[in-house]
């Protein structure tokens, strides 16, 4: 449902205009798509294609004039997106004890 003045007021309706699997071209079904986070004005949305079943996370940011949105195709599902979102992201040091680990073992 648009506004009065036709601005997108969920990210639900903002889905509308952002429309096709890029993996199959099929229209996105509302009831495929669920909101993971809401971050700064953020809105993380987790879309499965109900025709070739390919996952994506797509953020969608509302704006004054408009939306925006930006997204990716993943292997994740929406139980593995809710894990991973809370999970604290790696550190530097954890980046380079892990490439040392493997520089010595392999
Ligand atoms: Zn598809």
């Known amino acids: 449902m648009?506004?009065?003045?036709?601005?997108?007021q969920s990210w639900l309706e903002a889905l509308k205009f952002i429309g096709h699997c890029p993996i199959c071209?099929?229209?996105y079904q509302d009831d495929h798509a669920k909101l993971f986070a809401k971050r700064d004005g953020a809105?993380?949305?987790h879309i499965?294609?109900?025709?070739?079943?390919?996952?994506?996370i797509t953020m969608i940011v509302m704006m004054g004039q408009g939306?925006?949105?930006?997204?990716?195709?993943t292997d994740l599902n929406f139980e593995d997106v809710q894990?991973?979102?809370?999970?604290?992201?790696l550190?530097?040091?954890e980046i380079i004890s892990g490439y040392q680990f493997f520089q010595k073992n392999f």
């Open 2 to 8: 648009l506004a009065k003045n036709n601005r997108p």
């Open 25 to 27: 071209n099929e229209r």
């Open 43 to 45: 809105n993380l949305v």
């Open 48 to 56: 499965t294609c109900n025709k070739c079943a390919s996952n994506f």
């Open 67 to 73: 939306l925006s949105s930006v997204g990716m195709v």
């Open 83 to 89: 894990k991973l979102y809370k999970t604290a992201p």
């Open 91 to 93: 550190t530097v040091d």
